[in-house]
């Protein structure tokens, strides 16, 4: 299926580009030039690829946008000789994609080897399957015009069983599954396929550690409860990328509404959503509402900015401080120095710099640190809210439960929680268009990689009074899941009210605040 181009046009251009070459050598040399610079042109371009879904199924592998934004993260990875994660939803072409990159490395790079893994040897190799992976490179082959071929390929005897090798470079592209995945030797390069799915990770990840500098994991979700997981709450940012199904042109709600009847919900959520929450009882914000507030345009607001801080407690635990005015959360900055004192100077330029009003940090812990240092600078142009998670909930009034948050939530934490599970919630009603609200009570979140996790981590349960409490970082550390500091960054940026702007007669900001309203 084209995705916005004609199908027929597109051929006729690539028979135009065969036609230039066939007997011209000089263009095949500058063609071979021009594909070795850039895996993108050499797609667009040179490359075809298979579905037995269309008419013809043979079909020019013509990258939509985020195709081409995914193989330059990948050269972007590959380039700081790091780790890739990519999560995706179904049907995605992720994989052709992982193919194409790593045959382009292997025709146009010398001595380069490349490695593929699965949890399935079929899913590695099985000859005559285009859904195992090495069939999919033969197809790719098989596509190309003969001299775009290596010098003195042969089908019979450079076509193997896991293996293709390039004899012009003496570059490899081999296969493994299950627990002899990273037994095969150093690689340039290795891509795991379903991570989320094999058997024993730990096994295969240490395997993978002594192999190659670069490994790129690729899954739909499968739950909380696995090491491709966790590594996706623990990688930077810039280290994943983010296949959602929306982002394809061939896609639609219609699509959508197909595959919501066709499987089941948690099917649905998890390898469609991407929402690693989809199984797990109890988890209180769903991934929908988070999806609807990512990047959602909401009117300007001429509230001022307000900031918030979650401070770092030690471990891998990241310092987060972001900024948000009225409904739109704006900035997220972060590090990893674990002095409050320091914490407490760097948010205070941060303050300056982009205009913040007020701060709301937690108290808890080395907040008190922070808390000191604030209290000991002179002259601060904002105000800030030490926010105490353990502390009373406030008077706020639930009008569709006829309850305030004392008669609701446990504590202060709980009740936060809930007001941005109720923010997003409105925000999904609206982006759906289940009901109007107005777009004061929504949220527009930025689309990062930690925040969308995050917020869908933590579980609700009830105290022995009925009231409703978040559970605890360490409940959360007995599941696997490090703390959500950039998750409750967000809670306290809409936890409280900021004051008015008065100055203490000190010349010291430091004031109560509401719970917001």
Known sequence: MS???????????????????????????????ICAADVVTWVNDWCWTYDPRQDPSSLPFKLFPRQVEYLEWRQDVCDRKTNGLTEKSRDMGVTWLNVA??????????????????????????????????????ILLRGLPKWMLPKGFDWKHHDNFCKIVNPAT????????????????????????????????????????????????????????????????????????????????????????????????????????????????????????????????????????????????????RTVWGTRQGPTVQLVIDWDDKDPVQSAFEVIELMGIHGASHLTYDTHGVGEGLGGTLAATPDLNFTYTPFSSSGSPSERYWPGEGKTSKEKFYNARAEAWGIVASRLKKTWEHVTGLRSHDPSELMSLPDHPHIRTQLGQPRRKWASNGKMLIESKEEMRDRGIESPDFADMIVYLFAVEPPAMEMMSSGRRRVGASIRH
């Open 101 to 138: 990159d790593q045959v382009h490395r292997w025709l146009f790079q010398e001595g380069y080897k490349g490695a593929f893994g699965s949890r399935k040897e079929m899913l590695v190799d099985r000859i005559g399957d285009p859904d195992s992976i090495f069939e999919k490179i033969r």
């Open 170 to 317: 003496g570059s490899t592209l081999t296969g493994e599954a299950g627990d002899n995945i990273g037994r095969g030797g150093r690689s340039s390069l290795y891509d795991l396929d379903e991570a989320a799915f094999t058997e024993r990770p730990q096994k295969i990840d240490a395997a993978l550690s002594n192999n190659t500098d670069i490994v790129f994991y690729t899954s739909s979700a499968n739950g909380t409860s696995n090491l491709f997981y966790r590594k996706r709450c623990g990688y930077r940012p810039e280290n994943i990328f983010r296949f959602h199904w929306t982002q394809d042109p061939r896609k639609d709600d219609a699509w959508y509404a197909e595959m919501c009847e066709k499987y089941e919900a948690v099917t649905v959520a998890s390898e469609i959503d991407i929402d690693y929450f989809a199984s797990d009882p109890g988890v209180y914000i769903p991934a929908k509402h988070i999806e609807a507030a990512i990047n959602l345009d909401l009117p300007d607001s001429q509230q001022p900015i307000v900031a918030a801080l979650d401070v770092a407690a030690g471990g891998s635990n």
């Open 3 to 33: 995705w916005g181009y004609d199908l027929n046009q597109e051929i006729g251009r690539r028979l135009d580009n065969l036609r230039a070459c066939k007997l011209d050598t000089r263009m095949q040399a500058l063609t071979l030039e």
